[in-house]
């Protein structure tokens, strides 16, 4: 069965932009060749949910170059967006649960990739939907930013794999244990 994966950079104190949605301080760091390459880990991949700040930062940072073209994307908003017709995008809004069965469907077997942010990877953990976080921390602190999971509730973790870089950066494969949501 799919798994919801939520797979972010963030920093030592738990951010994973600066409060104007700013990525420099990672865009400035290589991680090197013993980190997990992003090939790897999107060859897992069959469908991607994301926020719409961060589908409005991908279509103003790149906007001919939609790094999801083999794959649906549904992207979380309360307000009608335009879609660029030639991609899988869906605009989607509600209930975390249906969200989540439409992209495991649409993955056909492989892995859901909660592209971001933060708040939408919460949604999907406070609903009981997340199962997985992979987390490679950059050692750097920003003070303050973009939270990387802001939940409502405490969630226990299982880690599963970790281990540090040569560049310092520390990979962490932690899995959600299904807990009821009450």
Not at 42 to 62: C, E, K, L
Not at 151 to 168: C, F, I, M, N
């Amino acid at each position: 069965m799919s798994k919801l994966v939520y797979y972010v950079a963030a920093t030592l104190d738990g951010y994973i932009a600066t409060q104007q949605h700013k990525l420099d301080w990672l865009e400035n760091f290589a991680l090197g060749d013993d980190a997990t390459t992003y090939d790897d880990f999107y060859q897992t991949i069959g469908a991607v949910v994301m926020g719409s700040r961060t589908y409005d930062w991908i279509m103003s940072n790149a906007p001919d170059d939609w790094p999801y073209q083999d794959v649906p994307a549904f992207v979380m908003s309360n307000r009608n967006r335009s879609v660029p017709a030639n991609l899988d995008i869906t605009i989607v809004h509600g209930d975390a649960g249906a969200i989540a069965a439409k992209a495991r469907q649409a993955a056909k077997s492989k892995n859901v990739w909660l592209v971001g942010g933060g708040k939408t990877a919460a949604c999907f953990a406070d609903a009981g939907e997340l199962q997985q976080l992979f987390i490679t921390t950059i050692p750097i602190f920003l003070g303050t930013g973009v939270p990387v999971l802001p939940v409502d509730r405490a969630l226990e973790v299982v880690p599963r794999k970790q281990r540090t870089l040569q560049s310092g950066a520390m990979e962490c494969v932690l899995d959600l244990p299904i807990v009821p949501v009450a």
